[in-house]
């Protein structure tokens, strides 16, 4: 039902049935390869390009969630994706090989909370009974879109971002136990005027905090309700710039622990990533994957996960345009057994 | 001495180069379109050839030659034909780069894939 | 260039602007300009070492010896692209791996490595010059107004 403004309070508690994050070799190098259900060795997945690897990742999560869910293909209402490349290709051809009745968004690096968040609604109105949500992303095909040809050498300032090779999905449904899916927010397009494609966590920061107030505002509650508040891909830049955000809305984030999945998926000693991780699959990878192992072994028992999306094409920017920026929050709270 | 002055000036212009990159915000694309109109317009005034008899490498290197010798085909043509040298000339003297550039590149694409 | 479009920016989002750039870590400048100075000089050193080899043992004079130098520096530059490894250095090197004609050569090379997955003729052919193409276009451009420049000064046919 409607909460608030732009809220959505999910009364009937959908459960995320089950998960799957498949990610490549750099995301096996960091500190959370050990919550990834699927490593591959190399990024090019012995595929013919980029955009090919990518479709493989996202087809995998997407089959390896419906077989953790216990299901078949066939017994999915819809599948709710999206991704970087134009025209959405890796979700839509994924969607072919899974023949699931597609429903295809886009919200850049927002999109895991954006599938997500329509999929709880879906499943909590008693319009679906399995939905799959699922986003992917690719270092090397998101470089050749947005950047430059992977074999280019161009000198990454400190504040750009490597994009996650990685997809994630999850089945949401009435039936079945796991985390539960209580809420979501649907933010509003934030520009503040910022220009610089490699410098996205400025640019994205406005839009998760606002997203995070305009939350607590709809549904009433104090930040501290959460063990847990994470955006998606801020990134070092981009987290420092959130923190001032609220410290300025005198907004009290403290009463929290407030993080960043771009912060938490590469070593940053070890990998050399600048500002730190972006992408669709950065967000989703991190949730369904770390924290949400952690909520299962009780280390968490409620989170609201931000995702944060850059609306930018490669045309905006070159004819001069800002980057507009958006992010959409779920809370996700520990399943009943656990309580 | 020629390699000492080669490591310098061809230093010296990258950091020119690097000063475009990261004072002046400019993509590399915008800076060496910036390079190779400075080797043009050096070379029409004159200073470009001096400057490699004394650099050598360190001047025929870098992007900025590019300019210098499409000018440099230009003007020839222009001396020896007239004003329809100015188009006729252009590739003339750069020839060599702009071919084996293309021949290799399409050879590097024919047996090689990206390794991200 | 994107820059030159102004945007008349609010006075929330001038503050915004603002708090950005003081959270923005400052570009590392003086490591960055003494490594593409290194970087740049050493690739120029190469350039000096190949052309002297052609004019003592290749038999080529001075002036003619540029041509198969550059040809040389380009192959290398591709063999590196190809090797994966020429981005690697250009991360450390920036400018002094860019500027150098084998920048040149590895944005071409990229280019047609990278687009090849959508066929020889669209991908290689149509996007080789993606990175290269300004240059090109605006040297071309910069020597004809210098050509014409010269004729209108000096007359044509003679200096």
Redesign the interface.
Known sequence: MLKGHQSWLFENKPFIRSTATVVGPFEGRGPLAKDFDIVHGESMMGQKSWEKAEKVLIEEAAKLAIENAGLTKEQVQFYIGGDLMNQIISSSFAARTLSIPYIGVFGACSTSMESLALAANLVNSGSAKFVLAGTCSHDSSAEKQFRYPTEYGSQKPPTAQYTVTGAGAAIVSMEGDGPVVTSATIGRVIDMGIKDPFNMGAAMAPAAVDTIEAHVRDLGIEPGYYDLIVTGDLAKVGYEIACKLFKKHNFPIEQTEYSDCGMMIYDYETQMVQAGASGCGCSAVVTYGHLLNRMRRGELKRILVVATGALLSPISFQQGESIPCIAHAVSIEAGREIL | M??LW??????????????????L??T??????L???L???V??IGWYDPLIEFA???A????????NA??H???QE??????I???TG??EVTS???S???I????????????? | MANNIKKNLTRVQQEYKELAQSVEPPRPILKNFIRAFIAGGAICLVGQAIQEMFVHWGGFDEKKAGDPTVAVMILLSVILTCAGVYDKFAQWAGAGSAVPVTGFANSMASAAIEHQSEGMVLGVGGKMFKLAGPVIVFGTVAAFAVGIVHLLIKGGGGS
């Open positions: 020629i390699f080669a490591f310098l000036v061809g230093g010296a212009i990258c950091v020119f180069g690097q000063f475009c990159f990261d004072v915000k400019l590399p694309a915008h800076t060496m379109t390079l190779v109109v080797g043009a317009i070379d029409g050598g490498a360190g025929s290197v870098p992007i900025t030659s590019f300019g499409l000018v085909g230009a003007l222009l001396k020896s034909n007239g004003w040298g100015i188009i252009i590739f060599a780069g702009i084996a550039a293309i290799f590149s399409f050879l590097a694409a024919l047996f090689v894939k990206p390794k991200g």
